[in-house]
């Protein structure tokens, strides 16, 4: 129990650390972009002592560790700031893209996991087989796609071309009730294959070697001399272990779904976080980028935690670690 408790304190440890660095990195790298900040919140043609009022006001004129200290005090009391653009709490913009947002990543994510399995698992049980073949060129090249480039692939060709999808946005004006959520699912679909397709191959293909070396170990062979099926020895021994290496992969690539979904928005026009932020960097809104970043990079933090403590549980020799 005390070995547990230790795994999962250094585990959190970890993971503030990160998003102290996170945090921090964030906070410095805005404050390179160029531009002029108070004219996100006021017209271009103020006068010099007006738009040293509006950098007072938001503190913008102090030193910048002033700046990273009073940022880092109230990020601790929850408070993002005030949007530059919209005269909001950060929080409530934020709030308002995020459902958007999670709804895209774990949709992806299922869908991924939904299709990988059985295709490694396919492409492991027929090693030289046409599947197996098509599987490794099919994972190799989809490992090197773009996800914009895919996304208006299939914008152009399922949506303008064949008409069978919508283009952009995440649901129709003037539909309500169960209808609603049908046109939310169509709206999900180019953008969530979008991410999907780019991913897929790293998971197969890691599924496919772990799980070809795990059939070879002595418990499958002694599984398969006692008479048990192929099938079960597949299923029920050799996947198990199969599937710890791609259980950091799904963690890893929750990190990468997170930075897809701010491009793949961009291109569908999907009112998610990282739509977001792209409209957030033209207005030079910095407290929409920093709490945008913020939620981002906590998100991929607590994924690859929970990642981590998962993986102690399926393999106990990493508590240790």
């Known amino acids: 129990m005390t070995q547990v408790v230790r795994f999962t304190a250094r585990r959190i440890g970890r993971a503030l650390l990160t998003v102290w660095f996170a945090v921090t990195v964030t906070f410095l790298l805005l404050r390179l972009l160029p531009g002029d900040p108070a004219l996100a919140v006021a017209s271009p043609n103020m006068t010099p002592a007006a738009r040293l009022e509006l950098l007072s006001q938001y503190g913008l004129d102090d030193p910048l560790f002033v700046q990273y200290g009073k940022y880092l005090w109230q990020l601790l009391h929850g408070n993002l700031g005030i949007s530059f653009a919209r005269q909001v709490p950060v929080t409530e913009v934020l709030m308002e893209r995020l459902p958007w947002t999670l709804l895209l990543t774990f949709s992806s994510l299922l869908l991924t996991v939904a299709v990988g399995i059985p295709l ?79 991913q897929l191959g790293s998971y197969v293909l890691t599924l496919r070697s772990t ?111």
């Open 120 to 198: 490694g698992v396919l492409a492991a049980t027929r090693p030289r087989g046409f599947l197996d073949r098509f599987t490794q060129v099919g994972g190799v090249i989809g490992q090197s796609l773009f996800v914009p480039s895919v996304g208006i692939f299939l914008l152009f060709f399922l949506g303008l071309q064949l008409h069978l999808l919508p283009i952009g946005g995440s649901y129709s004006p003037g539909v309500y009730g169960a209808a609603w959520y049908l046109d939310v699912a169509k709206h999900l679909v180019l953008p969530c294959v979008s991410l999907m397709l780019v």
């Open 211 to 321: 799980l070809i070396d795990a059939l070879g170990e002595d418990y499958c062979v002694l599984a398969r001399a006692k008479g048990m099926p192929n099938r079960k020895v597949v299923w029920k021994h050799a996947l198990r272990n199969a599937l710890l290496p791609t259980t950091t992969l799904i963690g890893l690539q929750l990190g990468y779904l997170v930075g897809g979904a701010v491009l793949t928005e961009t291109v569908f026009a999907y009112p998610g976080i990282g739509r977001g932020i792209y409209e957030a960097v033209t207005q030079l809104d910095f407290p929409v980028l920093q709490g945008a970043f913020v939620l981002l990079a906590l998100t991929v933090v607590i994924a690859n935690m929970l990642t981590d403590l998962a993986y102690g549980v399926l393999d106990p020799r990493v508590r240790t670690a």
